[in-house]
């Protein structure tokens, strides 16, 4: 959430917009009215309880007050009231409502706050703004260092918009077992972790390039799938993507610009076309499925420097394989 707030250099007005919108700011003016009305209904809501806590002999001092009006990046997770709204900037409202963007152009304005409703309420039970606290503090748990090791990713660079490049080794997480290694909370908190490193990497990569970054670019290694279809693991890593993208992924929409599947051999297309019927639409239709290493189709999204050098590229940077513990 407001991953682009307080970066001044991104122009001269401070705008957090990705793209001129001038068409669009009307919907996205409705859709932040009724957002606000929210927030501050919800305020003063809390506001009121808190007064009446006041005048209450077990009134303890220190109660959160009504949140700040400026959106921030970084919020306490003790100052949000229990619904976690927060004040939001465009480029976030924004990304919610093309979530829910309809195949004629026009936004469903209706499904688009549901879902941001739904994800703050989210964020708040699982804590995910002291997730992005611990992320920048590089206080990363065990337990996550540990989930890093069982499912392999690496921030390789940036491609020439600056969205943040993640290469993952996708097969030989399927294929070692390592989901079973871990209970489904624990992979869903690593899965906050991951998704919520988007944003700082997104924001990173926007304080220093003076643009208004919002997505990532996405390539998933599937070498190994095979061995995983053979000794039926793969099957077992099913019921947690299903509950990674039911419970997790429908709050963090449009984060991605570009999914390239690469190294997927046709015997995984019937399991590739099985996990395509959970995934959300709008993200499906940004999957791209190679049988080998696409190196041209790399090249084409980012540059040399940026592959890793086992693809062809000119990136030495660390790139482990999958662990087994």
Request: a negative charge.
């Amino acid at each position: 959430m407001n991953h682009l707030c307080g970066l001044s250099n991104l122009n001269e007005k401070g705008d957090s917009l990705p793209k001129d919108l001038t068409d669009e700011l009307p919907i996205l003016r409705a859709f932040r009215q009724r957002y606000e009305s929210a927030l501050y209904h919800d305020n003063d809501e809390n506001n009121s309880a808190d007064e009446e806590k006041k005048d209450s002999p077990a009134h303890q001092p220190g109660a959160p007050a009504m949140l700040n009006t400026t959106p921030t990046y970084e919020i306490s997770q003790d100052d949000l009231p229990s619904s976690g709204l927060r004040p939001l900037d465009d480029a976030t409202l924004y990304r919610y409502l093309l979530a829910d963007r309809l195949g004629d152009g026009t936004f469903d304005e209706e499904a688009s706050y549901q879902r941001l409703i739904s994800a703050l309420q989210f964020r708040k039970q699982y804590k995910c703004d002291v997730i992005v606290q611990n992320i920048i503090s590089s206080d990363i748990p065990p337990k996550i260092q540990k989930a890093q090791r069982l499912r392999v990713g690496i921030w390789a660079g940036v491609d020439e918009e600056s969205r943040p490049v993640v290469f993952e080794r996708l097969g030989q997480f399927f294929s070692s077992g390592n989901a079973s290694m871990m209970s489904q909370e624990e992979w869903m908190t690593f899965y906050l972790y991951f998704l919520e490193t988007h944003f700082a990497k997104i924001r990173e990569s926007a304080k220093k390039s003076g643009r208004a970054v919002d997505r990532i670019v996405y390539f998933g290694d599937l070498q190994g799938v095979v061995t995983s279809i053979l000794n039926r693991k793969i099957w077992k890593v099913v019921p947690l993507i299903k509950s990674l993208v039911k419970s997790v992924e429908c709050h963090y929409p449009e984060v991605v610009d570009h999914i390239v599947l690469f190294n997927v051999p046709r015997v995984a297309s019937a399991f590739y076309n099985f996990c395509k019927g959970f995934v959300d639409p709008v993200t499906a239709g940004k999957i791209e499925v190679f049988a080998g290493v696409p190196y041209d189709r790399f090249n084409e999204l980012i540059s040399e420097n940026v592959i890793p050098v086992e693809y062809g590229g000119k990136n030495g940077i660390a790139y482990p394989s999958t662990a087994s513990e």
